[in-house]
């Protein structure tokens, strides 16, 4: 698994399960992730050659301990393809005091959210783990939604799973958090949308900005594929767009 992940620094873009065989009952949804993934792939940039120091594996680091602070703000982020590694970008550069809790969607393959969450644990001072139901977001810690399930936040603040259907065939939604979010925090949220094709997270960093919150997207110039972060823009609801190098220290500053 940690292959995988090093092959995403490496400059891979996407993750795509091993196709099964055309009599496998799930070979349809497979078929239908390789296609799209394929579709998304011919609106990629030409991508620089990383340099030896930008590969290299980042040392263990120490991790935040907040407990028992109470959150003033709430980070949603969603991103798709290429998100990875623009996660890694941001998360990494969070300062382990960091006074807010994180939660992200990541459309990924099945199988392999866990992975990508402890692979980000391993460079960044704050603890990143798969959100369980029923965990309040804590300060100093990043929740990833896990497989097969919208995470939600509750009237309470707290996560909860939906099992219900996919929406514009994600399940995870970006669109489900940042909503819900949105209704139960309100003006302290922080919605950032990243690379990724589709219009997955729009309406609901829209929902975001509308109940008072900050609104953020990835440049074009960053963006491994522009199209979530292009339709964000196009529909009026984002505040700020920044390369996502920056992305860090405007969230640093919105949380100060």
């Known amino acids: 698994?940690?292959?995988?992940?090093?092959?995403?620094?490496?400059?891979?873009?996407?993750?795509?399960?091993?196709?099964?065989?055309?009599?496998h009952k799930d070979y349809e949804t497979v078929r239908g992730r390789l296609i799209r993934a394929v579709k998304a792939m011919s609106e990629v940039k030409v991508v620089r050659r990383?340099?030896?120091?930008?590969?290299?594996?980042?040392?263990?680091?120490?991790?935040?301990?907040?407990?028992?602070?109470?959150?003033?703000?709430?980070?949603l982020i969603g991103s798709s393809t290429g998100g990875p590694a623009a996660l890694e970008k941001i998360l990494t550069r969070l300062p382990a005091q960091f006074p807010a809790p994180v939660l992200v969607v990541q459309h990924i393959a099945p199988g392999f959210v866990s992975g990508l969450?402890?692979?980000l644990n391993q460079g960044a001072q704050l603890n990143v783990k798969v959100a369980e139901a029923g965990e309040k977001p804590a300060a100093g810690t990043v929740l990833f939604a896990p497989d097969g399930f919208h995470t939600v936040i509750d009237s309470a603040g707290r996560v909860s799973l939906d099992d219900g259907p996919a929406e514009r065939g994600h399940k995870p939604a970006i669109d489900r958090l940042f909503a819900t979010a949105a209704?139960?925090?309100?003006?302290?949220?922080?919605?950032?949308?990243?690379?990724g094709m589709g219009t997955d997270g729009v309406m609901g960093l829209g929902e975001?900005?509308?109940?008072?919150?900050?609104?953020?997207?990835?440049?074009?110039?960053?963006?491994?594929?522009?199209?979530?972060?292009?339709?964000?823009?196009?529909a009026g609801v984002v505040d700020k767009e920044m390369a996502v190098e920056a992305l860090p220290a405007e969230i640093i500053s919105l949380t100060g």
């Open 183 to 195: 209704r139960a925090w309100g003006a302290r949220c922080v919605g950032v949308l990243l690379t």
């Open 50 to 75: 990383m340099t030896e120091a930008r590969l290299r594996r980042p040392s263990r680091l120490p991790k935040a301990v907040l407990k028992g602070r109470e959150a003033g703000r709430l980070i």
């Open 117 to 119: 969450a402890e692979w």
């Open 1 to 23: 698994m940690n292959i995988t992940f090093e092959a995403l620094r490496a400059g891979a873009l996407e993750i795509i399960e091993k196709p099964r065989g055309v009599g």
């Open 208 to 234: 975001i900005k509308r109940a008072g919150g900050s609104a953020l997207a990835q440049d074009e110039g960053s963006a491994v594929i522009y199209g979530m972060p292009r339709e964000a823009v196009a």
